[in-house]
């Protein structure tokens, strides 16, 4: 585990200028904090909690502060990225890996100020390439790094792929909703990334989704970070939450971002307070592009 999430990181260390450039990241051509590239790992214990729609319009909230944000689908099974915002992807991450398209032939740009870059279906785990598969797509990562957000739609569940891009992440958010099983299952989540990540040291964020009201999503929140915190001796961080609005289903339906669809909506103006509220937390100690390939991959090839 350490092994895949140190490869990741030594990626993104060697984009910029090398084995030489320790601590070093590809400067942001945008405004992100101090230069660097944030990572933002979005995750679930299971799926149906609305994590995918999350992450998508926590992009587009950072896109309307100004940054340039790249919302990457690292669901390697069902990817639906592309999904939820009708576009209609020709390649995806699958080409870049088997070389037949460079990671800039597969960054989309999209009508909603936000680019994606579509999962691989069929491909369960990073883990799996081959060395010279690695080498190939340590060197396309470097695409990415113009952006000042990254924003990774992890798949849902507790597989290895999750738990390397969590490590590998600036920052990494839990989302559930007040369902007890999906409670159940974020707390499933954390305790296996507590006990997978050797030395783990970064408080993972918690968003409520769906939910009636504020006093239901302190609930849920309170009851989630109680537990880990008792029995996992692990720090939960309440990021927010979003209500149970029916402009999502709508704006779902008609494949439309629902902050987009709504902008004033309830759903929406929760999304945005959370981004506000990242906004005001810098990255990771040496955290950026390069900490990130490091973790994911550890050492890159020279």
């Avoid at 690695?134 to 060197?139: A, L, M, Q, Y």
């Avoid at 992890?154 to 992440?169: C, K």
């Amino acid at each position: 585990m350490e092994d895949q999430a140190e490869k990741l990181r030594e990626i993104m260390k060697n984009q910029q200028g090398g084995p030489s450039s320790e601590g070093s990241d590809i400067p942001s051509s945008g405004s992100g904090a101090k230069g660097k590239t944030k990572i933002i790992a979005v995750a679930s214990g299971k799926g149906g909690v609305g994590k995918t729609n999350i992450s998508i319009n926590l992009a587009i909230a950072y896109a309307r502060m100004g940054k340039k944000v790249i919302v990457l689908d690292a669901d390697l099974g069902l990817a639906n990225v592309n999904v939820i915002l009708g576009v209609i992807p020709k390649y995806n991450l699958y080409h870049v890996i088997r070389k037949q398209k460079s990671m800039e032939d597969i960054i989309l740009d999209t009508e909603y100020g936000i680019q994606i870059v579509a999962g691989a279906s069929g491909f369960s785990r990073i883990a799996n390439l081959t060395e010279e598969e690695r080498k190939g797509f340590i060197t396309e990562m470097k695409a990415l790094g113009h952006a000042d957000i990254i924003i990774i739609d992890t798949s849902a569940g507790v597989g290895q792929n999750v738990l390397d891009f969590v490590e590998a992440a600036d920052e990494a958010i839990i989302v559930t909703t007040p369902e007890p099983t999906a409670i159940t299952d974020a707390y499933g989540i954390i305790k296996i990334i507590s006990t997978e990540i050797e030395d783990f040291d970064m408080g993972l964020k918690l968003i409520v989704n769906r939910v009636s009201s504020v006093v239901e999503a302190k609930k849920v929140s309170q009851r989630v970070i109680n537990i880990t915190s008792q029995f996992l001796n692990i720090k939960v961080d309440y990021l927010g939450f979003v209500f149970d609005d029916p402009g999502v289903s709508l704006a779902v339906k008609k494949q439309q971002p629902f902050s987009i669809a709504d902008p004033r909506g309830k759903a929406a103006s929760c999304i945005q307070t959370m981004v506000n509220r990242l906004e005001k937390v810098d990255p990771r100690e040496g955290g950026g592009m390069g900490r990130f390939v490091r973790k994911l991959f550890g050492s890159a090839p020279e």
